[in-house]
Nanobody
């Protein structure tokens, strides 16, 4: 079992920035990577970014790269998502999720322990 505590999110104007944090505890040895996904009403979970748990490899949704940056503090078991130049279309619930299966870091089916996420709302 992996337990996650997310923080950050909220309401921001277009062009603004937010930083999401996610701290993992429990069976962190089972984690291949940590991913951020987002989900807008009526849509599927969309991969945003990921970072390997045991090395600095990062993965990004191509059209978000350059505005979003994923990073981690391994000593704190914490992953961050820095979101800059936010747009109204970035409005969604953002989930921090551990990938516990080998396979594509972009495939939600390789992830477990989905929590409730955190709401990010970007106003125009």
């Amino acid at each position: 079992q992996v337990t996650l505590v997310q923080s950050g999110g909220g309401l921001v104007q277009a062009g603004g920035s937010l930083r999401l944090s996610c701290t993992a505890s429990g069976r962190t040895s089972s984690i291949y990577s940590m991913g951020w996904f987002r989900q807008s009403p009526g849509k599927e979970h969309e991969f945003v970014a990921g970072i390997a748990w045991s090395n600095p490899t990062t993965y990004y949704q191509d059209f978000l790269k350059g505005r979003f940056t994923i990073s981690k503090d391994s000593a704190k078991n914490t992953v961050y998502l820095q979101m800059n130049s936010l747009k109204p279309e970035d409005t969604a619930i953002y989930y921090c999720v551990p990938r516990t299966r080998a396979g594509s870091a972009r495939d939600p089916s390789n992830y477990a322990y989905w929590g409730q996420g955190t709401q990010v709302t970007v106003s125009s």
